[in-house]
């Protein structure tokens, strides 16, 4: 081994379960319409969980897939970091669910709690693993079953997320400086909780509670938040907005990703969207619509990639990165 160990992201995989809710099946049993769904958030369906179908069966799925992209045995993985906000249980983690039932016997495993801002902090942990030589070969995974703890009663939560999973792989490599990993950035302010939380837990009322949000209020701090930590992560990389080759952002409400390329000055067609197939399905949200684009060809090696999120906490970050192997 030669130079700095970088990062690289050499595999991706995705998983949707097979149930979908349309607006107009939301439309049928609560006070909402296709119409308001689609104009105020982008979104035209979710995937639902089946009964007894598991984040970590979820997360599964996206692993595998992305351990074969990677060109690896499931036994060259030593490390398994999961973002997810709706695990199997309390504990173990569900990253240890996963670590079993992939058989992934040389990997340690823990799970990441950022909300819907999990998968850039669980990428920056799986970088650090790897820089500092704690790992060589990392599961990065964002894995949800967010609609198990909405309250089917709101319509003002209710209609906005789904589930999902999305998976990467990075290794380690002392020989592709500029690839892989550039930065990342991650902020959290504790104070505005209350903009986006859920009215329950372990130590507080002793269950899982359900989704509450001051939706207009997140919306106002997602702009600005999202805009400054990707301008921190540039900075810390030394690039420009027009080095960035594509935008993968949490896909939360179409007007926040629009807002976002505006912006940052891209072409439209610069910008992955899978809110209107997936709404929002939290930490899943940006490696389900990384592998999107990397299953129909959009990117490519050597592409420069952005990601972006902001969730309960509020927690928010970004990360730049150099796409697979040189
Ligand atoms: O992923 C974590 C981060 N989360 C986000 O980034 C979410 C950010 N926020 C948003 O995406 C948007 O604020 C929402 C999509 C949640 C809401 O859109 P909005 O344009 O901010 O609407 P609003 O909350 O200000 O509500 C506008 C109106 C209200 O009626 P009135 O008071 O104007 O009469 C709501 O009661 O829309 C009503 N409304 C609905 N109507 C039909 C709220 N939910 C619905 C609904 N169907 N499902």
């Known amino acids: 081994m030669s130079g700095a160990v970088t990062s690289l992201i050499t595999g991706t995989g995705s998983y949707l379960p097979e149930k979908v809710m349309t607006n107009d099946d939301l439309a049928g049993v609560m006070e909402t319409s296709d119409e308001w769904i ?17 984040t970590s069966d979820l997360a599964c799925h996206a692993a595998r ?16 970091v999961i973002a997810t906000t ?3 249980d309390t504990f173990p983690s569900t990253a240890a669910s996963v670590q079993a039932k992939l058989g992934a016997t040389n990997a340690f495993a823990f799970d990441v709690q950022a909300v819907c801002a999990g998968f850039v902090y669980a990428l920056d942990v799986a970088d650090a693993l790897i ?9 990065v995974i964002g894995a949800e079953t967010f609609t198990r703890i909405l309250d089917w009663e709101d319509r003002t939560t209710a209609v906005l997320f789904g589930d999902g999973a999305g998976a990467v792989v990075l290794e ?27 009215d329950g837990g372990v130590s507080s009322t002793g269950d899982v509670g359900h989704v509450r949000m001051k939706g207009n209020e997140v919306f106002r701090h997602a702009v600005e938040k ?19 080759d594509w935008l ?23 910008v992955v969207r899978t809110v209107s197939q997936h709404a929002n399905t939290s930490a899943a949200s940006i490696p389900l619509a990384l592998n999107a684009a990397v299953q129909d060809g959009r990117i490519q090696p050597g592409h420069i990639i952005a990601f972006e999120a902001i969730g309960g906490g509020l927690t928010w970050g970004a990360a730049l990165a150099r796409f697979g192997r040189p």
């Open 131 to 139: 820089k500092s030589q704690k790992a060589e070969k990392v599961l």
């Open 226 to 244: 999202l805009s400054s930590s990707l301008d921190a992560a540039l900075k810390s990389a030394g690039l420009k907005d027009d080095d960035i």
């Open 86 to 88: 709706t695990p199997d």
């Open 172 to 198: 380690a490599s002392n020989n592709a400086p500029d690839w892989g990993i550039l930065s990342s950035c991650l902020f959290t302010d504790g104070r505005f909780r209350d903009l986006l939380y859920v």
């Open 38 to 54: 689609r104009k105020r958030t982008g979104i035209a369906q979710r995937h639902i969980a089946a009964e007894g179908e598991k």
């Open 248 to 270: 993968v952002p949490h896909q939360a409400n179409i007007r926040i990703i629009d807002s976002m390329q505006k912006k940052l000055g891209m072409p439209s067609e610069k």
């Open 65 to 80: 897939e992305a351990i074969t992209a990677a060109g690896l045995d499931v036994e060259a993985i030593d490390a398994i």
